[in-house]
């Protein structure tokens, strides 16, 4: 491959492993604030358990997926640095948005929330978690905003070789952001819905101890899964007519044999599974073993979607970088070799399978070890022999 290419596929690689993060932080989110919601209301340990043992899953995910967000930071100013110098008072703005508003307000309240429990009251403690999940929402908003522009440059004109921002208000209502953010927000409650019939059904195939636990949130996942995908898919195809208007290839690309081609097929199975077989028969799953190993099968699935779905968006509007404006070849860094990129794309691809990797092994200890051992949240032993045990364990 040559030096475009390979810059184009490090992008890709990265860009991918980074999105299995988010788009499960962002489904897991908003579980977690209800989850502590209906505990501060009831005040019943079951919630409590509940909220630990998934929130502690959560800040396994969201603190390794900081790691590989900032390694797609430093991808701009290597491979990318003529879409800087070209649009970055526009592309710009949303990412520092993200950074400054979105981001450390999310870090700070997940911080408070994490250390908060049982120091901090209790209403305030729940606030932090919305907080958490709101900041959340806010983030993948400015970052869609900012991708949004790449696909349409919408409030911006070209002044002295470079882009300038003349309508703030475009990019927050540019036809290819309305869309595709429902659409992004109901994929990760559709991820966070399988993650949790998959870790369910893991843990009710072993025939666990808690057995109430597990088929609590085993159907719990089949609703969330059911309304994730419903809106998945209906706000994918809502994105046909913007698509169509402004990048017509990504529009028939579509409806064949492509990429989203393949993820259009998947989400309609999973989606038929779900309406027909999950939802119909909820009551009886968890005693069913034959659907334990199918539900720990599908769980990939959603994410493997969602990757097809990224993938599909960015390379639709190829050869462009910015469509229309700026091609990916003008984009790219001057005095790039393939060699010089071939070595980062091994290095940021290795150390983003890593991260991948631990990740997954983290929560699938967390889950093996169930909510009975989750220390998010845990009292500190009084006796200092049991504290001694319970750090050693």
């Known amino acids: 491959m040559d030096v475009l290419d390979l810059a184009r596929t490090q992008f890709a690689v990265t860009g991918s492993l980074h999105f299995l993060f988010v788009v499960l932080t962002l489904g897991l989110a908003p579980l977690i604030a209800i989850m502590h919601t209906r505990y501060a209301i009831t005040g019943r340990p079951v919630h409590e358990r509940a909220t630990r043992f998934w929130g502690q899953i959560y800040v396994i995910n969201y603190a390794l997926g900081i790691l590989t967000g900032l390694v797609m930071e430093f991808q701009f100013g290597m491979n990318w640095s003529g879409l800087s110098h070209y649009a970055g008072d526009v592309f710009g703005a949303p990412l520092a948005i993200e950074t400054l508003g979105a981001f450390f307000l999310e870090s700070t309240f997940l911080g408070l929330w994490i250390f908060g429990w049982h120091r901090l009251p209790k209403w305030l403690h729940l606030a932090c978690i919305w907080v958490v999940t709101l900041t959340a929402y806010a983030s993948a908003l400015w ?3 900012a991708n949004s522009f790449l696909q349409n440059p919408a409030g911006a ?12 208000g475009a990019l927050l209502t540019n036809p290819m952001l309305t869309m595709a953010l429902p659409h992004v927000l109901s994929a990760g409650l559709w991820t966070a819905g399988f993650v949790l019939m998959g870790a369910s059904a893991y843990q009710l195939f072993r025939r666990t101890a808690e057995r109430e636990f597990f088929t609590s949130s085993l159907r719990t996942g089949v609703i969330v899964s059911l309304v994730g995908a419903l809106f998945t898919i209906g706000f994918g195809y809502a994105q046909f007519g913007p698509a169509s208007q402004f990048q017509p290839g990504k529009f028939h690309g579509a409806l064949a044999g492509t ?15 779900i309406m027909f077989v999950l939802v119909p028969t909820m009551y009886w799953l968890p005693r069913w073993r034959w659907a334990h190993l199918l539900l720990m099968a599908i769980t990939p699935l959603p994410f493997l979607a969602s990757i097809l779905g990224w993938l599909t968006r960015e ?5 462009w970088m910015i469509n229309g404006r700026l091609t990916v070849a003008d984009a790219m860094s001057p005095g790039l070799t393939s060699g010089m990129v071939t070595v980062s794309l091994i290095a940021f691809g290795g150390v983003l399978g890593l991260l991948a990797l631990v990740d997954y092994l983290l929560i699938a ?11 998010l949240g845990a009292s500190a032993p009084a006796d200092p022999n049991e504290r001694a045990h319970a750090l050693s364990y």
């Open 143 to 145: 970052i869609m905003v």
């Open 315 to 319: 390379s639709g509007r190829q050869p």
């Open 259 to 273: 990429g989203l081609g393949f993820m259009t097929m998947i989400g309609h199975l999973l989606l038929l599974l």
């Open 365 to 375: 200890r967390t889950v093996r070890r169930g909510p009975a051992a989750a220390t």
């Open 157 to 168: 004109v070209e002044r002295g070789g470079h882009l300038v921002l003349t309508d703030f």
